[in-house]
């Protein structure tokens, strides 16, 4: 759920901006500097992260840790310290990935930033796996990326209610990751 000053924000889909790629690389260097050695790597995630493909304009991070029950309590230190705030909802602490129940952190940007979500996942585990199929698989992949892009947007047209919006779309993405899987076992991705 998004904080209050989020919810202010009206949300829509919008064409690919080619500025999420350099706004991502700032959010990147931010996170590298404040969360040091604890960040095994930064990634670009989401739709944000695939050229020509239709988004919210809500930038997607994955940080990768070794082990987030070593470090939660320091990540989470250092990123309320620059004003980030951990999501509290139970779905942005334990997500479903390949039948696996994974430990995950969300954090939402300062009051005021870029908006964005950090997702701070294992590295390793089968979510980080995921968000970095989602991605690969889209931008290997055009009829997939622009079939996914008019999806959304005739979604977001029909439903402009945010939860619904991501309820109705969780279905939606477990089939087009069904399709990701097939083509990474085809061309023998590894993340």
């Known amino acids: 759920m998004p904080f209050p000053d989020e919810s202010a924000r009206p949300w829509q889909i919008v064409p690919h901006q080619p500025a999420w790629s350099a706004e991502f690389e700032r959010l990147a260097t931010l996170l590298h500097a404040t969360l040091g050695a604890l ?37 989470t230190t250092r990123m ?32 005021g930033g870029r ?3 950090v997702h701070v996942r ?3 585990g089968p979510n980080a796996r995921y968000a970095l199929l989602f991605r690969d698989y889209l931008r290997a992949t055009p009829e997939a990326r622009a079939a996914w892009g008019a999806f ?16 109705i779309k969780a279905p939606a993405t477990d089939v087009l990751m069904g399709a990701a899987e097939l083509w990474a076992e085809a061309n023998r991705w590894k993340p």
């Open 122 to 124: 294992e590295q390793g």
């Open 80 to 111: 309320t310290g620059i004003g980030f705030r951990l999501r509290p909802e139970p779905w942005n602490h334990r997500e479903v990935s390949r039948g696996r129940t994974c430990r995950k952190l969300v954090f939402a940007p300062p009051v």
């Open 39 to 75: 960040a095994v790597a930064v990634d670009h995630v989401g739709s944000t992260s695939v050229p020509g493909l239709a988004a919210k304009d809500v930038i997607d991070v994955q940080v990768r840790v070794a082990s987030l029950a070593d470090a939660e309590e320091q990540i």
């Open 115 to 117: 908006p964005a979500n």
């Open 152 to 167: 959304k947007r005739r979604l977001a047209e029909d439903v402009p209610d945010l939860s619904a919006y991501g309820q």
